[in-house]
């Protein structure tokens, strides 16, 4: 069994891997600004320590990493709010980069940096950017750290899609010639991704995984 926490645990890949890390039998703690998730359903819920905090202040939530023997970094915007802050380089980029260094420097083994494959369709290439700014920073820290890029993630709630490209995600998933031939743009469901992202924080075996290796796990 191994200790976890989960920056960003109650968004929608973050959630997944909670539900999946509790399920396996794992410890499992969170930190995101809305803690735990009220839309969040079953006993698994239960089973998380929830905090609720800023992680651009580690002094507030640096005592979660006491003990723990991985992280995962599932935080990430799809669409910016600069006049409320919220913007690429600060969530997506700099909120990974913040949190892997205070990993580091709490001896955790493991770093799991959720970042992408290209860029989000709608959104600038400022998207994508910060997310490999964050990749290069994290590659020489004192811990094994492990990036995942997966292509569109899809599934139940997803936020980001309306629910015909929800759908049209998962039609194309099942077509698989047809999910093959779109390379770093195939779509994933947000549960093969989540199990990935998992099985890299507790047995990392690869610095880096593609869309290919997210879709045909070993």
Same mark, same amino acid.
């Given at each position: 069994?191994?200790?976890?926490?989960?920056? +960003? +645990? /109650?968004?929608?890949?973050g959630?997944?891997i909670?539900?999946?890390?509790?399920?396996?039998g794992?410890e499992?703690?969170?930190?995101?600004? /809305?803690?735990?998730?009220? $839309?969040?359903?079953? #006993?698994?819920v239960?089973?998380?320590?929830?905090? /609720?905090?800023?992680?651009?202040s580690?002094h507030?939530?640096?005592?979660?990493?006491?003990?723990?023997?991985?992280?995962?970094?599932?935080v990430?915007?799809?669409?910016?709010r600069?006049?409320? +802050?919220?913007?690429?380089?600060?969530?997506? +980029? $700099? /909120?990974?980069?913040?949190?892997?260094?205070?990993?580091?420097r709490?001896? &955790?083994d493991?770093?799991?940096?959720?970042?992408?494959a290209?860029?989000?369709?709608?959104?600038?290439?400022?998207?994508?950017?910060?997310?490999?700014?964050?990749?290069?920073?994290?590659?020489?820290?004192n811990?094994?750290t492990? &990036?995942?890029?997966?292509?569109a993630?899809?599934g139940?709630?997803?936020p980001?899609?309306?629910?015909?490209?929800?759908?049209?995600?998962?039609?194309?998933?099942?077509?698989?010639?047809?999910?093959?031939?779109?390379?770093? =743009? #195939?779509? !994933?469901?947000?549960?093969? &991704?989540?199990?990935?992202?998992?099985? =890299? =924080?507790?047995?990392?075996?690869?610095? !880096?995984?593609?869309?290919? $290796?997210?879709a045909?796990?070993?």
């Amino acid at each position: 069994m191994a200790r976890l926490l989960v920056v +960003g +645990g /109650s968004g929608f890949i973050g959630q997944a891997i909670c539900r999946r890390a509790v399920a396996a039998g794992h410890e499992v703690r969170s930190v995101s600004p /809305s803690g735990r998730p009220e $839309d969040a359903a079953g #006993r698994w819920v239960d089973r998380v320590e929830w905090t /609720s905090a800023d992680l651009f202040s580690p002094h507030t939530w640096r005592d979660r990493l006491r003990g723990v023997d991985a992280v995962v970094h599932s935080v990430g915007i799809a669409h910016e709010r600069p006049q409320e +802050g919220v913007t690429f380089e600060r969530l997506n +980029g $700099d /909120s990974a980069v913040i949190t892997a260094l205070e990993a580091e420097r709490a001896g &955790v083994d493991t770093y799991v940096f959720l970042s992408s494959a290209a860029n989000y369709p709608t959104a600038r290439r400022a998207y994508l950017q910060s997310k490999r700014r964050a990749e290069r920073a994290i590659e020489s820290l004192n811990m094994e750290t492990v &990036v995942l890029r997966p292509g569109a993630v899809y599934g139940p709630d997803q936020p980001h899609f309306p629910e015909p490209f929800n759908w049209l995600c998962k039609i194309v998933d099942s077509l698989d010639p047809l999910a093959e031939r779109l390379g770093e =743009a #195939r779509p !994933l469901p947000v549960g093969r &991704v989540a199990g990935v992202a998992l099985d =890299a =924080a507790v047995d990392p075996e690869a610095r !880096l995984l593609t869309v290919e $290796d997210i879709a045909h796990p070993n």
